[in-house]
T-cell receptor, first 111, second 111 residues
Framework: DAGITQSPRHKVTETGTPVTLRCHQTENHRYMYWYRQDPGHGLRLIHY???????DKGEVSDGYSVSRSKTEDFLLTLESATSSQTSVYFC??????????FGPGTRLTVL | RKEVEQDPGPFNVPEGATVAFNCTYS??????FFWYRQDCRKEPKLLMSVYSSGNEDGRFTAQLNRASQYISLLIRDSKLSDSATYLC????????????FGKGTHLIIQP
């Protein structure tokens, strides 16, 4: 158990509304990641963080922003949600051998 | 462009049989290799890392062929509980900037 929690676990929202997803880890990991998983695409990296206030873009960062004000929390924000952002979102941390461990996921539906 | 290719399946295999999956990767600079298992509506979980010399963990054997740029997973004496999607994963340069996932191979073990 990598000590990663995500909240909320499920959310339904409407197009145009802001949404923030939270990832919380209890083991002081420096690196944290946000992925989305969609049928036919597999998991794709949205953003990642390599320390407090240090973030970088991944493969599919458009429409998303992130913040990391403290080590244990990594927030993913959809400023104005669109239906194309309906997905399952996973947070992850990196282990000692470059493997990653994932949180339980957030299932987001944008109507 | 980073790419990891897998046969999506499904592979329908009788219980007790041996099944093997291959995965090819396009970036010769890939450094770390993993197999993850993902159950329906759950997060990916690390099954095993893949080392150059090959490695075994119980009924599971993973091998890496750098010359041909593929990794393989062999499952012996398959169990009903092995039914899942198996994700091939590679990293570039230590993986701090995220993992690259294949889309997964769906395995169904039949009684």
């Amino acid at each position: 158990d990598a000590g990663i929690t995500q909240s909320p676990r499920h959310k339904v929202t409407e197009t145009g509304t802001p949404v923030t997803l939270r990832c919380h880890q209890t083991e002081n990991h420096r690196y944290m990641y946000w992925y989305r998983q969609d049928p036919g695409h597999g998991l794709r990296l949205i953003h990642y963080s390599y320390g407090v206030k240090d973030t970088d873009k991944g493969e599919v960062s458009d429409g998303y922003s992130v913040s990391r004000s403290k080590t244990e929390d990594f927030l993913l924000t959809l400023e104005s949600a669109t239906s194309s952002q309906t997905s399952v979102y996973f947070c992850a941390i990196i282990g000692t051998n470059n493997e990653q461990f994932f949180g339980p996921g957030t299932r987001l539906t944008v109507l | 462009r980073k790419e990891v290719e897998q046969d999506p399946g499904p592979f329908n295999v009788p219980e007790g049989a041996t099944v093997a999956f291959n995965c090819t990767y396009s970036n010769s600079a890939s450094q770390s290799f993993f197999w993850y298992r993902q159950d329906c509506r759950k997060e990916p979980k690390l099954l095993m890392s893949v080392y150059s010399s090959g490695n075994e963990d119980g009924r599971f054997t993973a091998q890496l062929n750098r010359a041909s740029q593929y990794i393989s997973l062999l499952i012996r004496d398959s169990k009903l509980s092995d039914s899942a999607t198996y994700l091939c994963v590679v990293t570039i340069a230590g993986g701090a900037d995220g993992l690259t996932f294949g889309k997964g191979t769906h395995l169904i073990i039949q009684p």
